[in-house]
C-alpha cells in the first residue's frame, strides 16, 4: 500500500510498505558494488563549525548509492533534489526541503530523481577537521566490513534518470 503525503512541496511525497531486511539491503549493496562506480565523481563538501561536522554530498540524478552505518544519531538535511530512500523502516520519496534525524545503526539505500544534495550533521565534540578521523568516530566500521567493498565506499552506480 502506498500513501501520498506532500505532493506539491518538500518532505516526504510518497512511502511503500515493503520493508526490507537488513541482509537484503547488504545484497544489493554488493550487487551494486559489481556495477559501474561514480564514487569519485561526487561533489563532497565539508563544513566544520564548534562542535559540529557537516557533509554535503551531491548526487547527481539517476545515481543509486547505499550509505554507511553510523554508530550515532544525527540530523540529515536534503536541501535540494528528489531522491527515493529505502531503509529498515522501509521505502520513502523524499523532495527537498526535509530535514530529518537518522538512528544509530541505520542502512539506507537511494536512488537520485533530480540532482540531490544530502548532508548529514554529526557532532564534533573535539573539533576535528580531518573528516577521517571524523568518520571513524561516527561510522560503524565493523558493519561495513562484512561487505568487504572496496576502500570502504558505499556502493554507487550511475544510470538513466
Do not use: C
Not at 92 to 114: D, E
Not at 116 to 126: E, R
Amino acid at each position: 500500500m502506498s500513501e501520498i503525503v506532500q505532493a506539491d512541496q518538500g518532505g516526504i511525497v510518497h512511502t511503500g510498505s515493503f520493508v526490507p531486511t537488513r541482509e537484503q539491503i547488504q545484497r544489493l549493496e554488493r550487487e551494486l558494488a559489481q556495477m559501474p562506480q561514480v564514487t569519485d565523481s561526487l561533489p563532497l563538501r565539508h563544513h566544520f563549525a564548534p562542535g559540529v561536522y557537516m557533509r554535503e554530498l551531491t548526487i547527481p540524478a539517476g545515481v543509486m548509492l547505499t550509505g554507511k552505518t553510523h554508530k550515532t544519531a544525527h540530523m540529515n538535511i536534503i536541501s535540494a533534489g528528489d531522491i527515493t530512500v529505502w531503509t529498515e523502516e522501509g521505502m520513502k520519496r523524499i523532495r527537498a526541503p526535509y530535514t530529518f534525524m537518522s538512528l544509530p545503526g541505520t542502512k539506507r539505500v537511494g536512488y537520485a530523481h533530480a540532482d540531490t544534495v544530502w548532508t548529514t550533521v554529526h557532532v564534533n565534540a573535539d573539533d576535528k577537521t580531518d573528516p577521517a578521523e571524523i568518520e571513524a568516530d561516527v561510522i560503524d566500521h565493523a558493519s561495513e566490513q562484512v561487505l568487504d567493498l572496496p576502500g570502504g565506499q558505499p556502493a554507487l552506480t550511475g544510470g538513466d534518470a
